[in-house]
């Protein structure tokens, strides 16, 4: 029998009771398998065990998962009680084992536990209101378990619909369906889930309800006016009244209410507009298009339609443009339309009227237009507006036909050919015209007599004479017509003879012998008259002498002079009228000047003034020396020129002057041909310092009371100035001569509390100053202090002047800084030294190359020089090798100034400074540049007179840096009246500076020197940059004052320097003109711009445009066309002129030439 193989048991099957559960039921689960390892027959009787996995994992009998249980030893079955949904998915295998053999079945196929449950609670996401119409609603359901098998979503609606889906769309929302609660569930086989509940508010935009009508009209003393507007809304709407550019309607005019009342579940809101006052004139002209809008916080405000509300009303507001109320034509113009408009609703109908508002119409519309206009128009002209509304208006002008003038009759009394030396003579001349013409008559003698606005001029010569004889012209000049006419006549008057001209004018020649000469003279005379000319003797005869007579002129001439023709001649001239007495010539050999003669002095404290009448020349020119000593000094001072019309001349000693001592002077006369002998004056002795002491001052209202202690012998007058404060640019100056006054009353500024400032003068010398004098002080003052005063207060001076002399204040910083912090009032302003009339000790500094004398006012079309040679400015390189250079100081962030002294070969030290830039600066390479400009631009100039010039150059890197001397003055500090303090005063040139000439103000010449200075940079294509009162230089040249303008250079560079300010934010608005301000335009215009805004900075003592304490409020007023104010103390002919240079079209402006002649013209600034 063939040996048994064992076989593995059948595969195991795995059964579920029950197939479908749900959550909570119990599960059992049982597996079977049959054995192969005996007969079939005996299967049953193998003994099977099973083992059982979870999702891979075996099952521990002994150990089983929570709720899992084998109720049989055989482990057949599995039980699950209860079964949760979380076993869903859980998978079940198992294995039948042979209990002897061991032998295992294949594993079941996997029982995948699918378990059944309810879905759960909903929940709904979405917006809870929404508006009617075009919103689209997306409710949406949601749960966190559909439930096993998976449920589906159900929708109930407000309105009973319903809707299965997760999402429940809603679209064109309607208030009354779609409103409400909505509910939401899922539901499965097993049951349904808990519902939820979503409530939706459903608003409404505001609708038109009551519309408006598209036009209204009412008059506007109808007070019944009333319209009404209404909207339905949900929920109800507020209403206001608007224009319709969204502008509120004038809530003085117009007032508006609303009612409401329910239309279901929406609002109707209803708005009436009223007006709001009583007063008809202001409804006038408000009316417009206007509406109502709704708004009730959903979407936009809904707007009614547009109503146009025309508000009619009478006529008012009448008005003729132009507006002038008198319009004035020449004789033959056209009158420009005078159009004449009103305030009208309905429309105006327009009459002109002539002379009256009811008067002959003379046209039927708006306009009036005439042409060649004659006098007979000349009247008044009424412009009438009426509509249908009533009361009508009206308006005039004047209008005024100027015409003329015309000369009706120029004459003398008596006729042309009776007139007669000695007698009186009238011209008369009469004009017709409209307004009166002025009239001036001018004539031979400089005769120059005109009036203002009349129609006849007389005019009476007493006592005429030959000199009256020539061409008179009767000139008449309307300056509304424009027309100037006139007439002239010629007047003979019969004269006899009189010297008109004599050669030499001292009638004395000096000569030699063998030489030629003659005498000349001419004679006004009618008729011509006859000469005789005659050598007289010392013994009383004398010779007739042939001359060369031609009409009134009259030649004797003496050749190869001979040893008896020295001596005396005359000639004798006479006509039928009578004749002249002989006038005396004498002919000398040359000789020594002959000594002064009438000498005369006048001492002070602090000066000699000496004066003599010159001697004879002695034939050549003459000059004087004085030499005048005391104990311990002396002083030679020669070439003191002659007077030119030999009249006496004054010469002033300063130097080595001082009080209570005696000093010896002499003079003597010097020519080519020797000296004259030296004279004497008696010694003189200069007084002592007077003695000054203020003992009180006593303020009652705007007069102060002052007693004080003074020498009135040695003293002359004494200048007061009473200053506020905290105002100090308000001051008050008196000058006190009346010394017997007591107390001394003087005039007070307007301001609460005072200083007083005491100045004591001997002529034009300044003995004592006495600053800062309260009313109130502690202790009196003594002199000692007032003299240290003095002494401490020109030291201080001198050294403020050194730290700021080229300080620039064009600063903005520092512009506001000046307005802030009060400057003391200067000197007191003097009257300058006549010219020609006194000579004073000046400053020996070396001037090289001296300009030609220049006049302002010899032409402006072209700057030029004065019967000279054009100035020739040689710039020659200096070594630096003759220089001692000093300390170095900033002008501004470009460039610095370094001073020095220039030793030249047989040339007295001079002061100097170097124009460089700034070793630090980033521009440094640009201001090398502008530098070489400034060089470039004085070679080109053909006069230096109001220029700056340098004495040369030094090289630096192979670039050319001006070398200056250094200056006297700048402008800004000749302003401050102070005595004269100079910049470059040092321990050595002191005692020579203690004797140069006070400087003067004298701001006419100063004015026209800086425009006669910017029209030569003008001529040549230069421009100036930064134009202040610290940019000009005053010097002082034959007692003259002269401006010379110092910061210039090529025209590109100084507008690259504006672009190099603007990028670092360093300009000065308040001196820029508003095309360099806006857009950086930088020309000769501009120029003179700035320096109008010098002459008013000059003039006013004040800082441009400081009201404005921001320089953006500034530039702003500036661009605008803000002008500064006229300052008080200047003239309206010199505030025109500076409104002139203000024009904001820089073409209107003057050229720096006009403006040069312009200021040349005026008698006062």
Known sequence: MAPTVPKEPNKAQLTSDPDNVEDGNDLRLTCSSTSNSLPEDN?????????????????????????????????????????????????????????????ESDA??????????????????????????????????????????????????????????????????????????????????????????HTLIVNSVPGVERDLDSEKSVVNTDDSFSVSCAFRAKPAASVVWKRNDDSALPSHIFSFSSSQEADGKFTITTSTLTWSGTDADERRGQGGKMLCEADNGIRDPMKSNTMDLTIQYAPYGLSIAPGSSSVELNEGDNLPDRVCSANCEPLCSFTWHFNSEDGDVVENSDTLSMQNVQRGKHGSYFCKAFNEIHPSAHDNFDLVVNYGPEIQEFKTTPQDGSIIESNSTTFSCSVDTRPGASIRLTGPQGLSESVEDEAELQHTIHDIGCIHSGTYTCTSNNKETGIEVDKTMDIQVKCSPSLQMAFPEDRIHGVTEGASVYFFVEALSHPTPDFQWKRTFNNGTNVNLPSDDSGNQSILTISQIKLEDFGNYTVSAQNIIGRWEDVKFELRALAKPQPPTELSSKATAKSLTLSWTPGWDGGPPQTFTITYSTDGFEKNISDIPDSPDFSRISYKLTEGISAEKSYTVEIFATNSQGSSEAISWDPITTPAIPSFKVNSITIEGDQAFIKWTLDKDLVDRVLVRAAGKTKTENFVETNVTDFDQDPIVVDL??????????????????????PDFNPNPEEPPDIGLVVGVIIGFALLVALLISAIFFLRRNKNSKSRDEEATPQRPGMPNEDPVAPGGVYETIDPLRVIDPPPEYKAIETYEEIR??????????????????????????????????????????????????????????????????????????????????????????????????????????????????????????????????????????????????????????????????????SVFIHEENGHLIAKLS??????????????????????????????????????????????ILFWEAISGCVPYKAYVDDNEAEAAIVGGSKLEKPMECSPKMYDLMLSGWMLNPETRPSAAQVAKHLSSMNAL
């Open 108 to 197: 079941s196929d996997p029982y995948a536990l699918d378990v059944r449950y309810a879905p759960g609670d909903a929940s709904i996401q979405g917006d809870s209101s929404a508006v009617a119409g075009d919103d689209v609603i997306t409710l949406v359901c949601s749960t966190d378990n559909r439930g096993n098998p998976q449920g589906t979503y159900y929708w109930k609606k407000p309105n009973g619909g319903t809707q299965t889906g997760k999402n429940l769309n809603i679209e064109n929302l309607n208030v009354d369906e779609d409103e409400g609660d909505y509910e939401c569930y899922v539901e499965n086989d097993v049951a349904q889930g808990t519902s939820a509940t």
């Open 749 to 770: 500024p307007s301001a609460s509390s005072y200083f007083f400032d005491f100045f004591v003068y001997m002529g034009d010398d300044l003995l004592v100053y006495q």
């Open 1047 to 1092: 910061s210039f250079s090529e025209a590109s560079l100084v507008r690259q320097r504006d672009r190099l300010d603007f990028e670092m934010g360093e300009r000065d608005v308040r001196r820029l003109p508003p095309e360099t301000i806006d857009s950086l335009e930088h020309t000769c215009k501009s120029d003179v711009w700035v320096m109008a």
């Open 865 to 1030: 020089s004065v019967e000279t040679e054009p100035y020739s400015v040689m710039m020659r390189p200096i070594s630096i090798s003759e220089l001692n250079l000093g300390a170095s100081s900033n002008v501004d962030t470009m460039l610095s100034l370094q001073k020095g002294t220039l030793n030249g070969e047989s040339q007295p030290p001079t002061d100097i400074l170097i124009m460089q830039p700034q070793t630090d600066s980033a521009r440094g390479d640009f201001a090398a540049e502008y530098l070489e400009g400034q060089l470039v631009t004085v070679e080109k100039l053909r006069n230096i007179l109001n220029i700056e010039a340098p004495l040369g150059f030094i090289r630096q890197q192979g670039l050319r840096q001006p070398v200056y001397k250094q200056p006297v003055l700048v402008l800004s500090d000749h302003l401050k009246k102070d005595n004269l303090i100079y910049e470059n005063v040092t321990p050595k040139s002191q005692q020579i500076y203690q004797n140069a000439q006070t400087v003067q103000p004298d701001m006419k010449s100063i004015f026209i020197g800086i425009s006669n200075g910017l029209a030569q940079l003008h001529a040549i294509g230069a421009l100036t940059y930064g134009l202040n009162t610290g």
């Open 43 to 103: 299967h049953t009787d193998v003994q099977m065990i099973y083992k059982w996995t979870r999702n891979d994992q075996d099952v521990d009998p002994d150990d089983p998962p929570d709720r899992h249980s084998f109720p049989d030893s055989d482990h057949s079955v599995l039980r699950i009680s209860p079964v949760e949904k979380g076993d869903t998915n859980a998978f079940y295998k198992c294995i039948g084992q042979e209990e002897e053999s061991r032998l």
